[in-house]
């Protein structure tokens, strides 16, 4: 079975630094898009970042110019640089994973689809 693992999260002040790592095992033949998306307590989980299996980047608006999202060496591993960040980043992060298109909304982060395989978050706090 596919299996997603996160591993960065924690917890900084505002303006400071994360990466977050997300890694595929399990069946790996084929590339997978790959996606970070977030969700905040009474919040619905919407779209960060993502790179599609052809490559086509997706960054959500309100992390654009601040966060940077990164393949690793191998194929079914994903980075998230997240910099400057604010307390309203505050949420836990999900690596998705799915052999079609991600298929959400930078502006609104809203998802179109349900995707096919998730991790089980990690959590990032931004305190003021």
């Known amino acids: 079975a596919l299996q997603l693992t996160e591993s960065g999260g924690g917890s900084v002040q505002a303006g400071g630094s994360l990466t977050l790592s997300c890694t595929i095992s399990g069946y790996t033949y084929i590339t997978y898009s790959m996606g970070w998306f977030r969700q905040a307590p009474g919040k619905q989980r919407e779209g960060v970042a993502s790179i599609d299996m052809d490559g086509t980047i997706t960054v959500a608006d309100s992390v654009k110019g601040r966060f940077t999202v990164s393949k690793g060496n191998s194929k079914n591993t994903l980075h998230l640089q997240m910099n400057s960040l604010k307390p309203e980043d505050t949420a836990k992060y999900y690596c998705?994973?799915?052999?079609?298109?991600?298929?959400?909304?930078?502006?609104?982060?809203?998802?179109?689809?349900?995707?096919?395989?998730w991790g089980q978050g990690t959590l990032v706090t931004v305190s003021s």
């Open positions: 998705a994973a799915d052999p079609r298109p991600m298929d959400w909304v930078p502006s609104t982060g809203r998802m179109n689809r349900i995707l096919d395989k």
